[in-house]
């Protein structure tokens, strides 16, 4: 609770709130960023005059959503350091020192100190000293003052490029919270609690439980982002999601996949691609960040992402530019394919979740000052310290926590027929809760209906994926050994297949006409004893299928060995001589056959007849049956 006497008009808003969740609405004035475009909320500072912060006194800032301990907002004497051309301060700047009251006590510190808070968002960097101001929340419906407010008047620090060039800092930071709902400090040698919004929200019994939800929407597609404290909007939630406890959750693998018709790419579906600095396949926390654009992960994942999409690394700018002329561009960029972010799932036994984010949220845009002329970027940012995850992954996904009890990730949908979501469905998140409501799975697919084009299913693709850890010539085609191999096996097959096609051409030419009824059978007559120039065609059958039976398995039967015998030696017989002949007892034999055959040749001829006979009755009755 605040102290007594210490600035107790601070308490009072403008009207008592009820008890219920707080949206922060998106009203800001424009996009930013030089890598987005990225949308932010609006709050309104207030400035000191006669000892009070009156109503006119407050100007309004856009702020990013970020896991801040204080507000992080650029002065006017920072900015006034670069050109008009830099955009520094682009979502509104504040001066401290403009307040005619400024009584010194709303600088953090003991006369003399300045606390300066420098706060790292992967390459970016920006400090300050910290004051306590009032901040002014305008939901719609009611305004609600959260007082002594830490914000950091940012006096130095940039934004860092890949590359190394730096610009400054166009839009600030909003606090959504942390584990304290607020930091003692010292005014005048007296202590004062300095507030986060949500904390103070709770602490006055304002919202339900101390807690937050998020989702940032698009900029590219004006759909707008979401930020509740005390509650969560129904609408941008799809399950199943998953929680983690104080530790950043754990990020389990990248994939690539389609969530409906066919695949713009060479494959269905791609697993294994996030890989660490040595071009291992390996699981690791995660940070998910919301003051930082990009996705920051190992250049080995961004250099195995860019084998397969069709990007291109700019050593001038650091960045992975889309090669927009290339065909495949317009096809993953419109298509139902996504990049996935694979987490643990809620549970021992749960599966894993996986955020899905459409390759059309990844086609972001490099402007000035960044690069001189805009370029279509994909946001993967080489990074070893850690994993990050940025606002480019935060397009997708719903977040949230309930301060020190539990952290929701979910599934946010696509911007929808309203722009909306799924809808307008916030509710309260009630003092211990720690499950929220999803919808259903296929929610996702119909939220992006009216913004992408399944592709036609014309060709299978392959979902056998190339190892990872190849370089791109092998993950796109065969080598040497293995090509000619196959043209041997190829050759081979070929000469196999033309014997037994000839074997079978050569086994029906030799089978007998009459073997079947269901095969084509000829009745040939030119062995008949009619034999004119009136015999009729061959007369032909019509050809049937044979029944096909289920195959059976013949019973295997153990192998015997036949028993071996001794080798023997044949008995050798005497040699006899054949005795010889001479000329006259052969021509002798020769004239006695003679005369003993003729009158044989009747009897041979009458018995050879009816053999013919008989072999030619069989065959006409097999025909004729």
């Keep these: 609770m605040l102290r007594p006497g210490l600035s107790i008009w601070l308490l009072a808003p403008l009207f008592t709130p009820t008890v219920s969740y707080v949206s922060v609405p998106f009203q800001s004035k424009g996009y930013y960023g030089s890598t987005g475009p990225w949308q932010a909320v609006q709050v309104q500072v207030g400035r000191y005059l006669n000892g009070q912060t009156p109503r006119s006194q407050y100007s309004a800032v856009d702020l990013l959503p970020s896991g801040a301990n204080t507000n992080v907002i650029p002065t006017m004497t920072y900015c006034q350091t670069y050109s008009a051309a830099n955009l520094c301060g682009a979502g509104g700047t504040f001066d401290p020192y403009q307040d005619n009251d400024m009584r010194n006590d ?138 983690y406890m104080d530790k950043p959750p754990q990020l389990l693998d990248i994939v690539i996949g389609v969530e409906t018709g066919a695949s713009p790419f060479s ?106 002329d805009s ?75 009216e913004y992408w084009t399944p592709l036609p299913s014309t060709t299978t693709n392959s979902n056998t994926t190339p190892p990872i850890g190849h370089d791109s010539d092998s993950s796109r085609g065969l080598n040497t050994g293995v090509k000619a191999g196959i043209g041997v096996g190829a050759a081979a097959a070929a000469l196999l297949l033309t014997f037994l096609v000839g074997l079978l051409i050569r086994h029906r030419q030799n089978r007998s006409p009459w073997l079947s009824k269901d095969r084509l059978v000829i009745d040939d007559k030119s062995n008949s004893q009619d034999n004119s120039s009136n015999a009729q065609p061959p007369v032909l059958t019509e050809m049937s299928e044979l029944p096909l039976r289920d195959p059976v398995e013949l019973p295997l039967r153990d192998p015997v060995e036949l028993p071996l015998r001794d080798p023997a030696e044949l008995p050798l017989g005497d040699p006899t001589e054949i005795p010889t002949r001479s000329p006259v007892e052969m021509q002798h034999d020769t004239k006695a056959r003679e005369l003993n055959g003729s009158s044989q040749d009747s009897d041979e001829d009458k018995t050879n007849g009816r053999s013919v006979l008989l072999a030619r009755g069989d065959k006409d009755g097999v025909m004729n049956g």
Excluded at 267 to 285: K, V
Excluded at 352 to 364: C, E, G, S, Y
């Design 267 to 372: 494959f269905d579906s791609q697993d294994g691609l996030l890989l660490d600095s040595a071009g291992i396949q390996r699981s690791g926390p995660v940070v998910l960040e919301n003051g930082t654009p990009n996705l920051l992960l190992p250049k080995q994942t961004c250099d195995r992402l860019a084998q397969i999409l069709p990007v291109i690394f700019d050593s001038k700018t650091g960045f992975y530019l889309w090669n927009d002329i290339d065909p495949a561009f317009k096809k993953i960029v419109t298509s139902p394919a996504y990049l996935g972010f694979v987490f643990p799932g809620a549970g021992q036994s749960a599966k894993d979740v996986t955020i899905k984010v459409p390759f059309a949220l990844l086609n972001l845009t490099l402007t000035a000052p960044s690069i001189s």
């Design 375 to 449: 370029k279509q970027y994909f946001p993967c940012q080489p990074y070893s310290d850690s994993y990050v995850l940025g606002r480019a992954f935060l397009q997708a996904a719903f977040l949230g926590s309930y301060w020190n009890k539990q952290n929701w990730i979910a599934q946010a949908p696509g911007p929808g027929a309203s722009k909306q979501g799924l809808g307008l469905f916030p509710q309260d998140i009630e003092s211990g809760q720690t499950t929220l409501e999803y919808n259903d799975p296929p929610t996702f697919a119909q939220s992006w209906s």
């Design 106 to 243: 709303t600088q953090a510190g003991q006369e003399g100190e300045t606390y300066v808070w420098n706060i790292t968002r992967g390459l970016n960097a920006m400090g300050g000293p910290v004051f306590i101001k009032d901040l002014l929340i305008d939901t719609g419906n009611q305004s609600i003052i959260i007082p002594n407010v830490g914000t950091t008047a940012v006096t130095e620090g940039n934004y860092t490029l890949p590359n190394g060039s730096a610009y400054p800092i166009d839009v600030g930071i909003l606090t959504v919270g942390g584990p304290s709902q607020y930091f003692t400090v010292h005014v005048n040698h007296s202590p004062v609690e300095m507030w986060n919004m949500p904390g103070y929200l709770f602490n006055q019994s304002i919202t339900k439980s101390y807690s937050f939800t998020y989702h940032i929407g698009s900029a590219a597609f004006d759909y707008p982002g979401s930020l509740i404290f005390g509650g969560y909007d129904k609408g941008r939630a799809i399950g199943p999601g998953t929680i």
